[in-house]
Each structure stands twice: as structure tokens, then as C-alpha cells.
């Protein structure tokens, strides 16, 4: 899709915003410098492989996840669930965008329609999961173990909330329709598969969570990792029995 502009143009202008945004986060210190320098290298690379339309999806990534995390964080502090101060860490942004970049690559390799829905799906889940956590600790109520449905104290790994879960799926629809809003060709098609992949990857985070995490077998980011490819695979299975 044309914006209208240069395309150069448009991506030296994204990624000035990039970098601009990653000031930002340090100043704000939703990321830390390990953080920062890790989320510029995979948004610039993801700005010299696709077109600039798809770089708005991650950078949804971010923006949400710095609002949600922020969003009433003296509150959270007080119940003691609100992230560390000094920001999200390279191996964070690594777990949650690692797989969309991954979906990158080898679109660049092989530009088969596929990878993009997986890169959309796998950023869908990142997004989906960041603001169920941050907004579902909120609840007025007791959330609940996604394994054993028996309610548990806030902030356990594999909790689930009602405001958790509404906020998880209006969250993957909104970046899931990007591509729509954009006019990219089976925008409607990336809508569905994003909003469905997202919000189930968003949920084989809380199982991990629930399981493994608990057990101290892999720890938030392996469980992260394990979501968004879930639901980066969990698109390509879907484009590929809708669209191949």
C-alpha cells in the first residue's frame, strides 16, 4: 500500500520516531538501555524489510505496553505487582519481539504473505498478554488460576480476570486491524486470524504460566517466548487453511 509519500522518505522519518521513542522510554524508564537498544535494532530492521505500514503494529507493541505498564503504577506498587523501575529489559523486548522479528527474516528470505500473519499474530499476543497482566491486576475482584479456575492472589503467574481477559481481546483486535485500517490487501483476513492467534497465544501464556512458570522451569521470559511463538504459529496454521 502507498501513503501517498515517498516510501524512503516515510522510513527515515519511522525510524527517527523509532529512536525518538526509545529516548523516551529510557526517560520514562519504561525500558532500560538493554531495553532500548534492542527494541531500535529490531524496529529499524523491521523498517528496512517490510513496508512502512507493518512498522505501526510494533510500535502499538510499545506504546501500549509503556501505557498499561504505567497506568496506575503507585496503585500496583502498593499491592506489590508493578514491574521494576528501571524498565524492561533487552532479554524482555527479545522475548516479546524475538519471534515477530524472526517472521521478518524470513519473509525477507521468502515474501510469502504467511510470515507477515505470523509477525502480525506474534506482536498481536505480546500486546494482548502486556495489557491483560497490567490492566487484570487491577480487578476489584479475586482473580483466578487458568488451569484450576480456583482464585489466587494477584499477580500469580496463570491468573486470569475478567477486566484481564476484556482488555486482552479488545487489545489484539486493535492491533490486529492495523493491516484493515491501512488497506492492505486481506486486511479483513489479517483482522480475524490476528485477533483470533493473539488472544489464544495471549492464553497459552497464562497455561505456561500456570505450569512451568510455577514450577520454576522457565521463568517470564521463556513463558513470554513460548506465547508469541504460539500465537505467531497459530496464525500461519490459520492463513494457511483460510487464504492457501
Not at 525518538?20 to 527494541?39: A, P
Not at 510455577?214 to 521470559?221: F, M, R, T
Request: charged share 10%; aromatic share 10%.
Amino acid at each position: 500500500m502507498s501513503l501517498g509519500f515517498d516510501e524512503n522518505i516515510i522510513k527515515i522519518t519511522a525510524g527517527v520516531v523509532c529512536l525518538g521513542i526509545g529516548y523516551l522510554g529510557l526517560r520514562h524508564k519504561i525500558l532500560n538501555f538493554s531495553g532500548v537498544l534492542s527494541g531500535i535494532i529490531i524496529g529499524l530492521g523491521i523498517l528496512l524489510i517490510l513496508p512502512v505500514v507493518w512498522f505501526i503494529p510494533f510500535m502499538a507493541l510499545f506504546f501500549i505496553g509503556g501505557l498499561t505498564a504505567k497506568y496506575k503504577y503507585h496503585e500496583k506498587e502498593i499491592m506489590g505487582v508493578a514491574e521494576q523501575k528501571e524498565g524492561r529489559s533487552g532479554k524482555n523486548v527479545l522475548a516479546n519481539c524475538g519471534v515477530a522479528f524472526l517472521c521478518v527474516v524470513l519473509y525477507a528470505v521468502h515474501p510469502n504473505p504467511v510470515f507477515l500473519a505470523g509477525y502480525l499474530c506474534a506482536i498481536a499476543t505480546a500486546t494482548s498478554d502486556t495489557s491483560a497482566a497490567e490492566i487484570g491486576q487491577l480487578s476489584s475482584k479475586k482473580p483466578i488460576l487458568i488451569t484450576t479456575l480456583k482464585p489466587v492472589k494477584t499477580g500469580t503467574d496463570g491468573a486470569i480476570s475478567l477486566l484481564g481477559e476484556s482488555a486482552a481481546l479488545i487489545v489484539a483486535m486493535f492491533v490486529s486491524a492495523i493491516p484493515m485500517i491501512f488497506g492492505i490487501e486481506n486486511g479483513f483476513d489479517y483482522f480475524i486470524i490476528g485477533t483470533v492467534a493473539g488472544f489464544l497465544g495471549c492464553h497459552v501464556d497464562s497455561i505456561i504460566g500456570a505450569t512451568l512458570q510455577l514450577k520454576g522451569i522457565v521463568d517470564n521470559h521463556g513463558t513470554n517466548l513460548i506465547a508469541t511463538l504460539s500465537g505467531a504459529v497459530i496464525g500461519m496454521v490459520l492463513w494457511a487453511f483460510i487464504l492457501i
